[in-house]
């Protein structure tokens, strides 16, 4: 069971919502392994289903790649949009500075990314070529909300830093770990443990959460959200969101 989050939850909400509004085409540009296919299929399967259409793709090394040519391979088709994912880590900015310095332009190119994209350490390293990327993600430290702000304050306090999706995914797997040393403590097997988690909810600080019983996955919100700048720092700024995602997969298994 997974308490933190699937990417074709996030892929294929967001290639839902690009369709609807108004992106018609794009070019993939992805990281060649697991979490790459995965993120590319979700988002293409259900943006071609909404009507949009793709009109090529890449896919990267995953190891030191050099982002130069295959972005000028994208530039040549001159796309309505550019759908991305990368690792989180250095990738995140040296594609943004790749993009930048080959003229893609988010004011007139549509970048759309997961939220390694524009990280908040990718942000700062990145500047203002990040300005307009589009990305969707499950968590925003800055969610307005009294259990999110006690969280920021107290890790912020322990780590000198704001918390990251890695962060949220390990505060929120405390609730299912806390159920099942419950469970332990009553000599329970493994599907006493798992009969426990399934259904279980909980408040995180990113909002409700719980767990399908059906696909024994994670339901939660999906964010979109566009880089901009306040008062001087490059920030990500949320204006949607849809509430209460399923794995689309498992879901559709079932």
């Known amino acids: 069971m997974r308490s933190s989050v699937t990417l074709p939850q996030v892929a294929e909400t967001f290639g839902a919502w690009a369709a609807k509004n108004g992106v018609k085409k794009t070019y993939s ?8 296919h995965d993120f590319e299929g979700a988002f293409l399967n259900a943006f071609k289903a909404g009507g949009g259409e793709v009109i090529g793709s ?11 040519a295959f972005i ?13 994912f990368v690792p989180g880590g250095a990738q995140p ?17 549509k970048i759309l990314g997961s939220g390694e994209t524009t990280a908040e350490a990718a942000l700062k390293s990145m500047g203002d070529a990040s300005l307009g990327i589009i990305t969707a993600w499950h968590y925003d430290y800055k969610a307005d909300n009294a259990r999110n702000r006690e969280f920021v304050k107290v890790f ?38 798992i009969a426990a988690a399934k259904g279980l909810k909980w408040e995180s600080p990113r909002g409700p959460m719980s767990i ?24 990500n700024v ?17």
């Open 238 to 254: 949320p204006f949607d969101k849809v509430e209460n995602v399923k794995d689309p997969v498992k879901a559709r298994m079932k």
């Open 93 to 109: 900015a040296a594609l943004g500075k790749a993009l930048a310095e080959r003229g893609i332009d988010p004011k007139k190119t």
């Open 72 to 84: 000028q391979r994208a530039k040549d088709l001159n796309p309505e949009s550019i759908v991305i």
């Open 29 to 36: 540009m992805v990281t060649d392994y697991g979490p790459g």
């Open 156 to 193: 912020n306090e322990m780590h000198g830093r704001n918390p990251d999706f890695f962060s949220i995914g390990g505060y929120d797997g405390m609730p299912r770990h806390l159920r099942g040393a419950e469970e332990e403590r009553r000599q329970a097997d493994g599907d006493s443990l």
């Open 212 to 235: 399908d019983p059906e696909t024994r996955d994670v339901c939660r919100t999906s964010i979109s959200a566009a880089c901009r700048k306040s008062a001087a720092r490059l920030i």
């Open 58 to 68: 890449v896919r990267f090394p995953v190891a030191n790649p050099d982002f130069a």
